[in-house]
């Protein structure tokens, strides 16, 4: 049975850090991607960062703006999201997520893919 399961979410002030982590069971990093997706009440789903087994990296760009540092841990099959530099922008739920290869939506990951069920992270002005 797959099973993502997400931790270091919280609530911090702007210009604060958190690290997310997620522990993986039930496949290998080896078969796919795996990173964080977003969601806050309201908006569309983001893709915010993926890792492949090989260590290359993904950011979301627009959303990471150069804050973001996405990191794995293949004996522990972790995968940690270190965020730095927060802002109120940032508060949604974080989505621990493998999405089906080669797809990276949203859409593609939550019904397709393995999805965790969430942190919660809320950035205050």
């Known amino acids: 049975q797959v099973q993502l399961v997400e931790s270091g979410g919280g609530s911090v002030q702007a210009g604060g850090s958190l690290n997310l982590s997620c522990t993986a069971s039930?496949?290998?990093?080896?078969?796919?991607?795996m990173g964080w997706y977003r969601q806050a009440p309201g908006n569309e789903c983001e893709l915010v960062s993926l890792i492949s087994s090989d260590g290359s990296t993904y950011y979301a760009d627009a959303v990471v703006k150069g804050r973001f540092t996405i990191s794995q841990d293949k004996a522990k099959n972790t995968v940690n999201l270190q965020m730095t530099n927060l802002e109120p922008e940032d508060t949604a739920v974080y989505h621990c997520?493998?999405?089906?290869?080669?797809?990276?939506?949203?859409?593609?990951?939550?019904?397709?893919?393995?999805w965790g069920q969430g942190t919660q992270v809320t950035v205050s002005s």
């Open positions: 997520a493998a999405p089906p290869p080669p797809a990276r939506g949203c859409i593609a990951a939550k019904q397709f893919g393995y």
């Open positions: 039930g496949f290998t990093f080896e078969d796919r991607e």
